[in-house]
C-alpha cells in the first residue's frame, strides 16, 4: 500500500482531529496531493488540496474555515487538521495524489488513493 491514512476516530461535535496520510513509497513529493471523503450513500466528494510545495491549497466550501491541510514533504506525509467538526463531516475520508504538482478539486486528476479512514462525529 503506497498511501496509509490514520487518525480517523468517533469524536463530538466541535472538537477537533488530525488526519495524517503517509507515503510510503515516497513518489509524491513533486505532485499535487488531496483528501475526499464518501459519506454512507453518497459520492466520493473533494474535500481540500495541497500544490507539491504547499503553498497553494484549496478547500471545500463545506470546510473552508475549519480544515487545514498541509503537508512535511521530508516525511512524505500529508495531514488534515479538522476543527469545530460537525455531523454532517461523517466520512470516510481518503487521501490521493495528484497527477500534476498544482492543486485539483477533480477526482479523475488523481492516480493514487488511500485505503481510507472513517471519521465519525455524534451530535
Known amino acids: 500500500v503506497q498511501l496509509q491514512a490514520s487518525g480517523g476516530g468517533l469524536v463530538q461535535a466541535g472538537t477537533s482531529l488530525r488526519l495524517s496520510c503517509a507515503d510510503s513509497?515516497?513518489?509524491?513529493?513533486?505532485?499535487?496531493m488531496g483528501w475526499f471523503r464518501q459519506a454512507p450513500g453518497k459520492e466520493r466528494e473533494f474535500v481540500a488540496t495541497i500544490s507539491w510545495n504547499g503553498v497553494s491549497t484549496d478547500y471545500s466550501d463545506s470546510v473552508k474555515g475549519r480544515f487545514t491541510i498541509s503537508r512535511d514533504r521530508a516525511k512524505n506525509t500529508l495531514y488534515l487538521q479538522m476543527n469545530s467538526l460537525k455531523p454532517e463531516d461523517t466520512a470516510v475520508y481518503y487521501c490521493?495524489?495528484?497527477?500534476?504538482?498544482?492543486?485539483?478539486?477533480?477526482?479523475?486528476?488523481?492516480?493514487?488513493w488511500g485505503q481510507g479512514t472513517q471519521v465519525t462525529v455524534s451530535s
Open positions: 490521493a495524489v495528484s497527477i500534476s504538482s498544482t492543486t485539483s478539486r477533480t477526482r479523475n486528476t488523481y492516480r493514487c
Open positions: 513509497r515516497r513518489t509524491s513529493s513533486n505532485n499535487g
